[in-house]
Structure formats: structure tokens, C-alpha cells
């Protein structure tokens, strides 16, 4: 038998557990999954959260593009394959299908000024093409921090869609949605987009790395989509004007998706019908390598030998009625319209590992010895967890604490006040959430520090 010797290229495109690549001169490493771990466990939930059912509560049916899925938390639908790959699989016949969809906790990837942003993926699309593909939508993007607790504000917020494909058809699409619907200056609800076949082997059958940079090194800022390296599209800051761009630019960042829907608007433009057909055939997963973000230039954190910084100024008083909504950085959380004496918003959906960043607090120079939160828990029985203070690091030491369990629902309010370590001065503000059981157990509305 005669040996056939493969170029590198197409090794490295069958290869399928490769590891998050080293991170380049020049850049440091923000986040990562390399999606390690058991046959059949679910992806990381400190890394990420499993949108479930048709819609987010509140939000427009069918996620908003006319899909038909169900998505799941099923590992069948969703799950690590013990060879250091994410697998999501639609599962389905007719018009009954199940997929999954997750996205990041973290919502604040976004470059610092004069730095560029890296969000990268190492994906092979669902494996199927032709009739047997009708209606397979796999999908690699990102959407606005302000979308998670509103659902409304698409796409003033922004999207980037970093891969998309349709139809089992060998093409990348590339594309910014931002503005208003419909039209506006991204020719919504299309978006402003590009396309282009993946290089060497199809997209359907290897690997390939789907890349999306967000500059803000030059002057206009930059927008530019990669695959295998080769750039394939771009959207200058000079396209769009001042208003647009800051919407979408201005707030805290982005969270990161990734999913597999069945039908809906995209597929089914392509396909000039209604999508899936009888022909379309079930189970055929986007197998997901790694996802990670780099930024250029030197890290945030400090070298040891460097003096620690100086604290935020104050901006906001710790004897104040601090609204939990009104933080500068949360993880796993959403912002929902609060029937507490008040009104407003709350912050909801809060579970183990969940946290919310405000900073610049000042306590003054009298020590803060009290807190008191504003929370509710409709948690089933058996879940409960801790609400935690935490000063100038999300890792470091509680200063006070309280318990919390069922208050007869997610909107049934009760004022916990707790001990807290003596606190003087300027800090970040950290609240963690520590629970047992992966479930929500707390929303809060509002917290506030005294002497007594």
C-alpha cells in the first residue's frame, strides 16, 4: 500500500482536539475555553450559561429570526465530547427539533483604547450538506451587554456575527447588525455583511479558524472578519454615523454565542422556501474546538514589582441607596423591571458564581460596620445561597455575608442587613453569589453600608 503524505495545512484542519493556540507576541490572553473535560458534561458554567426554550422571558419569540428549535440543556443537545470539543447537535424531524444555544457569563469583552480586541473559534460547521442541510443555521457572535435583561434594544446595541452559515452551503458569512430596524445604516434587518468560501477544505468537512477584530488602534476604528487568517470583510467607524457607532461602542462590552438553530429568516431567504424540509436530516453537531479573546498590548494587571494602583476616585457614597442595576461590570445576571416600592429595574437570574462590580464607593473616613440588601428569592425548596461583600478584588476575602432562601417569590422583597468588616476609604465593591445548586437563588434591587 502506497503512503499518502498530507500537506500540514489539511492535518491541521482534521486535527480536532487542538488546544487554544499560545498567545502571540504583542498580545495578552483575556479569556479563554478549551472545552476539556468528560464525555457527556456540560460546558463550563463558569464560563458560560444554556439559553433553554424559544425565547428569553420577555423577549421576541423565536429569538427574534423566526427559528423553530427548541433549545436545550440536554446533553444530548449540548455537550463536552471528552476530546477537548464543544458539541452542539440539533436533534429532529418535521418541525419538532431541539438544539442548544450558550453564551459567556462575562459581558464586558471589549478593547481598551488604542488596543484591539481578538475573539476567536476553532469550529468545524454541522458535517451535512444539500437537501439533507435545509434549515441548519450554526452560528459563532457576539451581541451588546445591554441586550441581556432588556431584549428590546436590537440592534441599537450591536451584534457581531463572527460565523454564520446556512444550509449546509460551503461559505462563511461576516456581518455587523446595528442601528434600528428596519434599514438605518446597516441595512437592517440584513445587516452589513460579506461571504466567501472556506479556504482549502470545505466548511462542513475540517476545522477552520473564524476570527473577528474589533481596532480601536487607529483612527477611524476598524471592524474586520477573518477565516484561516485571510480577512474577508471590514466595516470602517467612517461608514456609520457618530450616534450608531457609540451605541453599539460605548456601553460595557460584549458576550460571546454560540448555537445551532434550525430555520428561520436566514435559512430560509437562501433557500427561497420554508425551512427544514422533510429532507433535512437530524443530528449533525457544530463541533467547537476553543473559543478565546486576546487584546493587544501588555496585560491589565501589573507586573508584582509594580506599586498596587491607586483606588478609583469616589463616585459613589457607601451610606447612599446604591441600585444594584447601576453596576459597571456583572457576570451571569439580567436587568428586569422590579414591582418594588420604587420601581425601576432589579438585577435577576443570579446564581453560584454570578457577580456584580461597582466602583469608586467611598465610605469616608468613619468605618462602615453594616450592610443591608434589598432581595427576593422565589428559589425552590432546598436552594438557597450567600450574598457576599468583597473589596477591590473578585477574589478577595469577604468582608460580611448573609444567607438567603425562598422570600415567597421572585418579587416578594426583604431588607437583610449583615456584619461587615470595618471599611474605610475608596473601593471597588464586589458582590459575589455562592450556592450549592447551580439554580438562581437571589435578585437584588438595592444595598446600602452604615455604622450601625
Request: charged residues 10%; proline residues 7%; aromatic residues 10%.
Amino acid at each position: 500500500m502506497t503512503a499518502v503524505l498530507l500537506p500540514v495545512s489539511l492535518l491541521n484542519a482534521m486535527t480536532a482536539n487542538a488546544a487554544v493556540p499560545a498567545t502571540p507576541s504583542g498580545w495578552s490572553l483575556v479569556w479563554s475555553d478549551d472545552f476539556n473535560g468528560g464525555a457527556g458534561s456540560l460546558p463550563s458554567s463558569t464560563n458560560w450559561q444554556i439559553d433553554t426554550g424559544h425565547a428569553y422571558p420577555g423577549g421576541p419569540g423565536n429569538w427574534g429570526t423566526g427559528e423553530i428549535q427548541n433549545y436545550t440543556a440536554n446533553p444530548a443537545n449540548v455537550s463536552l465530547d471528552g476530546a477537548g470539543n464543544l458539541r452542539i447537535t440539533p436533534i429532529g424531524s418535521g418541525q419538532n427539533w431541539t438544539s442548544a444555544r450558550i453564551e459567556t457569563r462575562r459581558s464586558d469583552f471589549k478593547p481598551a483604547a488604542g488596543r484591539i480586541l481578538r475573539i476567536e473559534g476553532r469550529i468545524q460547521m454541522p458535517n451535512v450538506t444539500g437537501n439533507a442541510a435545509l434549515g441548519y443555521w450554526p452560528a459563532f457572535w457576539a451581541l451588546g451587554a445591554p441586550y441581556r435583561g432588556n431584549y428590546w434594544n436590537w440592534p441599537a446595541i450591536g451584534e457581531f456575527d463572527i460565523m454564520e452559515n446556512v444550509n449546509g452551503l460551503n461559505s462563511v458569512w461576516g456581518v455587523l447588525h446595528c442601528g434600528v430596524s428596519a434599514g438605518g445604516p446597516c441595512n437592517e434587518t440584513t445587516g452589513l455583511g460579506n461571504s466567501r468560501a472556506c479556504p482549502g477544505s470545505s466548511c462542513q468537512s475540517a476545522f477552520h479558524t473564524y476570527r473577528f477584530e474589533w481596532d480601536r488602534s487607529v483612527n477611524p476604528n476598524q471592524l474586520r472578519w477573518y477565516v484561516d487568517g485571510q480577512q474577508y470583510h471590514s466595516v470602517s467607524q467612517a461608514q456609520l454615523d457618530a450616534t450608531t457607532w457609540n451605541n453599539m461602542t460605548s456601553h460595557a462590552g460584549y458576550f460571546i454565542l454560540l448555537n445551532v438553530a434550525i430555520g428561520g429568516a436566514f435559512p430560509n431567504a437562501l433557500a427561497g422556501f420554508g425551512t427544514p424540509t422533510a429532507a433535512t436530516v437530524s443530528g449533525r453537531p457544530m463541533v467547537v474546538d476553543y473559543v478565546a479573546v486576546w487584546q493587544s498590548g501588555t496585560g491589565t494587571t501589573p507586573p508584582p514589582s509594580s506599586p498596587p494602583p491607586s483606588p478609583p476616585p469616589g463616585g459613589v457614597d457607601a451610606r447612599s441607596t446604591i441600585q444594584a442595576e447601576a453596576y459597571q461590570a456583572q457576570q451571569g445576571t439580567i436587568r428586569e423591571t422590579t414591582t418594588d416600592s420604587g420601581g425601576g429595574q432589579n438585577v435577576g437570574a443570579i446564581a453560584n458564581g454570578d457577580w456584580l462590580r461597582f466602583d469608586g464607593v467611598n465610605f469616608g473616613s468613619t468605618a462602615a460596620t453594616q450592610f443591608r440588601a434589598r432581595v427576593a428569592s422565589g428559589a425552590a425548596g432546598g436552594v438557597s445561597g450567600l450574598v457576599q461583600v468583597r473589596l477591590d478584588s473578585l477574589t478577595g476575602p469577604v468582608v460580611g455575608d448573609f444567607a438567603l432562601a425562598n422570600t415567597g417569590g421572585w418579587q416578594s422583597w426583604r431588607t437583610i442587613p449583615a456584619n461587615i468588616a470595618p471599611v474605610t476609604g475608596t473601593h471597588t465593591v464586589y458582590l459575589t453569589f455562592s450556592s450549592g445548586q447551580p439554580a438562581d437563588f437571589v435578585n437584588v434591587n438595592w444595598f446600602t453600608f452604615s455604622t450601625t
